[in-house]
């Protein structure tokens, strides 16, 4: 600016002397002449030059003033937490993975919503009784958790299938020891393998039928769980469903105990292959009837089925576990037993019941082993489905059977045996979406609710979580 200033100012001298010599054309100038016209051009020069630094100085500020602008829009940028990605806002971390998280800089408050969609069509081929074929929403869940601080962590689930709202885990837990956490609330007992592994992890769409039989589902009560990696134990004590307030009788209780181990992890903490070992107890004294009952293929009236009966004074079910995951191999099983004492002369009773199932993931995946609780976690393709970008997800073929013998005739309780035979499938499209088919051949005794009823069922499922 300040050169084109300047030759603008030569460019005038040059100018003035140009029509001084034009004006006095023919004339002999005078000295005294040309040192007038020479300070009258140094004059305009000084000028010109003081109105160029003047035209500097409002540059400059300018360009401060720009500089200002740019740093407080940064600042105010580096303040705003991406919508979908994560970062800071003034002292809150926002991420999402997979849904919106929202906590403290320190981490000790938190909020997280969470939820499980589980879409079924079921058929029945149907034998001796006629089963009502239907497609609904087995699970539909919501929930939210986090941290209430520096040692306490919460969790609130609730279920709205079949267009009702039932309790699922509603829980505080104290994470202050080093060895244990104190679990307090509406929850699972810690007794049996599948029955605590999530419903988003299990490899078939329903648990086995000695499962159903012989554990719970949430209940109020206290747990104190422990575990390391490749250990895991735990205990606790417990009332009954939340559901249940209005009987207006004194409510059940029950003592689960379960303990498991990683074999081949203890043996060697860099193997990747697992060999689960587990045992556990659960004691119960009831204060009215006694009832054990099992579905076909999870879905439907109840198959076999022994009905109330009384005098009962306590129940003790025991559990053994085994499960291994050598590559993509994966094998697990568990059986039960159920002992029945009985008071008023009436003779004590026995039931038991057992699985066995295997697993292969065609993709090569592994499925994943949590030692600490000593279950199974979720299976993450390699490979997500896109049709863009080439991907299939994972592939898992299934097979299980299964066995629930609920009949003791010398105790005069017969309520009948279930045999079943499944073979499934599971596509693993992303880490948080799967599809799953299973086709289940049921057996039954003569003791069935209807005796010999055999039907073939057909089970698909679409089911997201997040």
């Excluded at 202050?176 to 769409?205: C, M, R, W």
């Excluded at 997800?393 to 629930?404: D, K, M, P, S, V």
Aim: aromatic share 8%; charged share 25%; glycine share 12%.
């Amino acid at each position: 600016m300040k050169k084109m200033f300047l030759l603008t100012s030569a460019i005038s001298v040059l100018a003035l002397s140009a029509g001084a010599g034009q004006a006095r054309a023919g004339e002999q100038m005078s000295m005294a002449e040309i040192q007038a016209q020479l300070s009258q051009l140094a004059t305009q020069v000084q000028t010109l030059s003081e109105v160029v630094e003047q035209q500097n100085q409002v540059i400059r500020q300018q360009e401060a003033a720009l500089e200002a602008q740019k740093q407080a829009s940064a600042e105010a940028l580096a303040k705003v937490a991406p919508a979908a990605g994560g970062g800071v806002s003034g002292d809150v971390k926002i991420s999402m993975k997979p849904s919106p998280k929202i906590e403290s800089l320190d981490g000790k408050y938190s909020f997280q919503p969470f939820g499980r969609v589980h879409l079924d069509a079921t058929h029945f081929d149907d034998d001796a009784k006629d089963h009502a074929s239907n497609a609904n929403f087995r699970r539909a869940r919501l929930g939210f958790k986090g941290n209430l601080g520096e040692d306490f962590e919460y969790k609130s689930e609730f279920d709205f299938a079949e267009e009702a709202v039932n309790f699922k885990e509603v829980t505080l837990i104290y994470t202050g020891l080093d060895g244990a956490d104190i679990k307090v609330g509406h929850q699972k007992p810690v007794f049996g393998l599948e029955q605590n592994t999530s419903s988003n992890y299990i490899q078939f769409l329903e648990r086995s039928a000695p499962t159903n039989a012989f554990t719970r589902d949430e209940e109020i009560g206290l747990n104190v769980l422990a575990g390391g990696d490749n250990w895991s134990l735990g205990g606790g004590i417990f009332n009954e469903d939340a559901g249940n307030d209005d009987t207006g009788e004194d409510e059940d209780i029950t003592y689960d105990v379960r303990g498991s181990i990683n074999a081949l992890g203890l043996m060697d903490r860099e193997s990747d292959a697992v060999l689960h070992l587990g045992a556990g107890v659960s004691y119960r004294k009831p204060t009215g009837n006694v009832r054990f009952s099992a579905k076909p293929a999870g879905d439907g009236d109840n198959i076999i089925d022994t009905g109330n009966f009384a005098s009962v004074d306590d129940v003790t079910v025991y559990g053994l576990e085994a499960a291994g995951v050598v590559g993509p191999l994966s094998l697990q099983g568990e059986y039960f037993k159920a002992d029945v004492s009985r008071s008023g002369g009436n003779s004590d009773a026995d039931f038991d019941g057992y699985y066995a199932q295997a697993g292969w993931l065609l993709t090569g995946e592994s499925r994943p082993y949590k030692g600490k609780s000593g279950n199974f976690g979720r299976v993450k393709p390699s490979e997500p489905f896109s049709l863009k970008n080439g991907g299939w997800g994972a592939w898992e073929l299934l097979a299980r059977y299964e066995n629930t013998d609920l009949n003791d005739a010398g105790a005069g309780i017969t309520g009948g045996e279930l045999d079943n035979v499944t073979l499934g499938v599971n596509w693993y499209l992303t880490d948080h979406v799967r599809l799953m088919g299973n086709v289940t051949s049921v057996d039954t005794d003569d003791q069935a609710v209807v005796a010999d009823d055999d039907p073939t069922v057909y089970n698909v499922r679409a089911q997201w979580d997040f």
